[in-house]
């Protein structure tokens, strides 16, 4: 988020999976015209963002159905 802003001068969204508030934060992305959200842990299954034009997946795992799951977002 840090670099999003020193690059682009625009504000992330920053969702952390161990956030009482992950999911709302998420929501009130999908609703907003923010143009970043960073996510750690949070964008996998059960997670609907239609107006996502681009994720960026830095993991290490590696099983198909997490990638199956990373492509339907």
Do not use: C, H
Request: glycine content about 6%; charged content about 25%.
């Amino acid at each position: 988020a840090k670099l999003i802003r020193e690059i682009t001068g625009d504000k992330a969204t920053v969702v952390l999976s161990d956030d009482v508030g992950a999911s709302k934060n998420i929501d009130t992305f999908s609703q907003d015209d923010s143009r970043w959200m960073v996510a750690v842990r949070m964008v996998s299954e059960g997670v609907d963002v239609p107006r996502l034009a681009v994720g960026v997946y830095a993991t290490t795992i590696s099983t198909p159905l997490f990638f199956a799951q990373a492509v339907g977002r």
